[in-house]
């Protein structure tokens, strides 16, 4: 089966910019997952999606954090205005949203904030 | 979700077997021990998980003591590509998301 699918794999932008992730989850995954992963750290949830409608985004900065998965299928994540802090790798996962059924991650977006 | 404690890094010779130790002390009956793992630049992969008895995949076997407070990740033979960042996770029954720590950095040299 395919997996899931992220874009672009690099990203460099200056702060105070926006800057938007996609993701294609595998097919039939009812629930996603936005993860940020700073150097030298584990994932940290951002978000988590079951279809259309959010779980939780409890650790989401929403002030400049946005992320929507419309149609529930793809998924964007979107960072305005980003900060330097905010330089790590976005990770997207995705699961059949039964309970216990393995994540299965992206290779992530690196972004860096100049 | 229990909290897990895991060695920050380990080293095994190429073709002997890993394992990876995990506390979990404070694990309780609805939670489940997941491991994954995390090659360079990669997103993290799955690899097994338990909630009482041994598993054992194509990929590793799962070891968890009787009381469930710790367990262990083998990998039998250890390959040069088995070089990565190994997590061992706690998870609710119910639950969904994982909550990753900061893992083992599993080293395998020739």
């Known amino acids: 089966e395919a997996g899931v699918a992220q874009s672009p794999r690099y990203k460099i932008i200056e702060k105070r910019q926006s800057v938007a992730f996609w993701c294609n989850p595998i097919?039939?995954?009812?629930?996603l997952y936005w993860y940020q992963q700073i150097l030298g750290q584990g994932p940290k949830l951002l978000i988590q999606?079951?279809?259309?409608?959010?779980?939780?985004d409890s650790q989401l900065p929403k002030d400049r954090f946005s992320a929507e998965r419309l149609k529930g299928v793809d998924s964007t994540l979107k960072i305005q205005p980003a900060k330097l802090e905010d330089s790590a790798v976005y990770l997207c996962?995705?699961?059949?949203?039964?309970?216990?059924?393995?994540?299965?991650f992206g290779n992530g977006t690196r972004l860096t904030v100049t | 979700d229990a909290k897990t404690t895991q060695p920050p890094s380990m080293d095994c010779a190429e073709g002997r077997a890993a394992n990876l130790p995990c506390n979990h002390s404070?694990?309780?009956?609805?939670?489940?021990v997941y491991w994954y793992r995390q090659i360079h630049s990669q997103g993290p992969q799955y690899i097994i998980h338990g909630l009482k008895n041994n598993e054992t995949n194509e990929m590793a076997s799962l070891i968890i003591t009787e009381d469930r407070k710790s367990s262990t990740l083998i990998l039998p033979h250890a390959t040069l590509r088995d070089t990565a960042v190994y997590y061992c996770?706690?998870?609710?029954?119910?639950?969904?998301?994982?909550?990753f720590g900061k893992g083992t950095s599993l080293l395998v040299t020739p």
């Open positions: 404070t694990i309780s009956g609805n939670e489940y």
């Open positions: 996770i706690v998870r609710v029954v119910s639950g969904y998301a994982l909550n």
């Open positions: 999606f079951q279809n259309n409608g959010v779980v939780d």
């Open positions: 097919s039939g995954h009812a629930t």
């Open positions: 996962a995705s699961s059949l949203g039964q309970n216990n059924s393995p994540l299965h």
